[in-house]
């Protein structure tokens, strides 16, 4: 059974930090392109950040430099740090594994809120 369990989310104020943990089990993790989403209320899923399978990764635009993905294969478990944190960063932040550009599996979601 594939599994992808997040963690690290929470409360922080604006220009602060977090580090998201995705954790996998159920997966030959090491074959898998990982990625990054978020969902705030009433907005769509969008893409943060991915990193593939060399360890090469893209982010997306509103990044602008402030969010690093990495991955540690031996630990099957995927980042994201975030700094820089603004308000219009709170949103449910989601992990994705992909094979061929395909989406296999999805954690639950852990929620992050940056407010005063």
């Known amino acids: 059974q594939v599994q992808l369990v997040e963690s690290g989310g929470g409360l922080v104020l604006p220009g602060g930090s977090l580090r998201l943990s995705c954790t996998t089990s159920?997966?030959?993790?090491?074959?898998?392109?990982m990625a990054w989403y978020r969902q705030a209320p009433g907005k769509q899923r969008d893409l943060v950040a991915s990193?593939?399978?060399?360890?090469?990764?893209t982010y997306a635009d509103f990044v602008q430099g402030r969010f690093t993905i990495s991955r540690d294969d031996a630990k099957r478990t995927v980042y994201l740090r975030l700094n820089s944190l603004k308000v219009e960063d709170t949103a449910v932040y989601y992990c994705?594994?992909?094979?061929?550009?395909?989406?296999?599996?999805w954690g639950q979601g852990t929620q992050v809120t940056v407010s005063q």
């Open positions: 994705n594994a992909l094979v061929s550009g395909i989406s296999v599996a």
């Open positions: 990193v593939d399978t060399d360890g090469e990764a």
């Open positions: 159920g997966i030959d993790f090491s074959l898998y392109d």
